[in-house]
Nanobody
C-alpha cells in the first residue's frame, strides 16, 4: 500500500492550499481516511477524517470552517482544502488510511496503518 501526498508549499497568512493524497495497493473506497500534521517540536495531531463513503466527516476544532476534507473514490484520492491559513498551521501534513475495511473514521493515529510521506505546509505572517 502506498500513499503519495502532494500540494504543500509556502503561502502567506490568509492564503489557501489544496493537499492531495493518492492511494494505491488498497481498495480506497473501503477505508476511512485521515489527515494529521506535525509541527516542529510537537507531537503529531489529528486534523480531519472522512468515512469510507464520504458521508461522515470530523475536524479538529481549530480548523473547522477553514479546512475541508473530501475524497474521490473513483480517483483513489483524498483531499484537504485549506483556506484562511494561519502561521499556526505550519507543519508537515500526513495522509493515512484507517485499519480495517468499512470501519468508522478515527482521530487516533495508531488506528491508521499506512501513511504518506508527508508534505510541508509553511504559512508566513
Amino acid at each position: 500500500v502506498q500513499l503519495q501526498a502532494s500540494g504543500g508549499g509556502l503561502v502567506q497568512a490568509g492564503g489557501s492550499l489544496r493537499l492531495s493524497c493518492v492511494v494505491s495497493g488498497r481498495t480506497f473506497s473501503m477505508y476511512p481516511m485521515g489527515w494529521f500534521r506535525q509541527a516542529p517540536g510537537k507531537e503529531r495531531e489529528f486534523v480531519a477524517a472522512i468515512s469510507w463513503s464520504g458521508g461522515y466527516i470530523d475536524y479538529l476544532e481549530y480548523v473547522k470552517g477553514r479546512f475541508t476534507i473530501s475524497r474521490d473514490n473513483a480517483k483513489n484520492t483524498l483531499y484537504l482544502q485549506m483556506n484562511s491559513l494561519k502561521p499556526e498551521d505550519t507543519a508537515v501534513y500526513y495522509c493515512a488510511t484507517r485499519k480495517g475495511r468499512y470501519r468508522e473514521y478515527s482521530r487516533i493515529s495508531k488506528e491508521y496503518d499506512y501513511w504518506g510521506q508527508g508534505t510541508q505546509v509553511t504559512v508566513s505572517s
